[in-house]
Nanobody
Framework: QVQLVESGGGLVQPGGSLRLSCAAS????????MAWYRQAPGKQRELVAG???????NYADSVKGRFTISRDNANNTVYLQMNSLQPEDTAVYYC???????????????WGQGTQVTVSS
């Protein structure tokens, strides 16, 4: 059993900051890529930022220069520092990870339950 649990969402004013955390727990041998996605009402889920086990990162154009993804491999945790938040960043943010549970089995993809981020004055 593997769980991804997000935290850190909430209500923030435009221009403000939030830091999201996602901790993976359970039967985990190794984690390759971790990422944050978001889904706004009436829109498709989209990739916000991703990071590999080696630290390579990629970002959606809409968040470059404002958001920073990082990870703590020892604690199977990924973070998303979000600065200069705007109303268009309002969405449910989901954690995603590629996890191998035991030697010899394939990687599987897992999702967290999501955390709401609302940017409003």
């Amino acid at each position: 059993q593997v769980q991804l649990v997000e935290s850190g969402g909430g209500l923030v004013q435009p221009g403000g900051s939030l830091r999201l955390s996602c901790a993976a727990s359970g039967s985990i041998l190794s984690i390759y890529a971790m990422a944050w996605y978001r889904q706004a009402p009436g829109k498709q889920r989209e990739l916000v930022a991703g990071i590999t086990v080696g630290g390579s990162t990629n970002y959606a154009d809409s968040v470059k220069g404002r958001f920073t993804i990082s990870r703590d491999n020892a604690n199977n945790t990924v973070y998303l520092q979000m600065n200069s938040l705007q109303p268009e960043d309002t969405a449910v943010y989901y954690c995603n990870a590629d996890i191998r549970r035991r030697p010899g089995i394939s990687w599987n993809n897992y999702w967290g339950q999501g955390t709401q981020v609302t940017v409003s004055s």
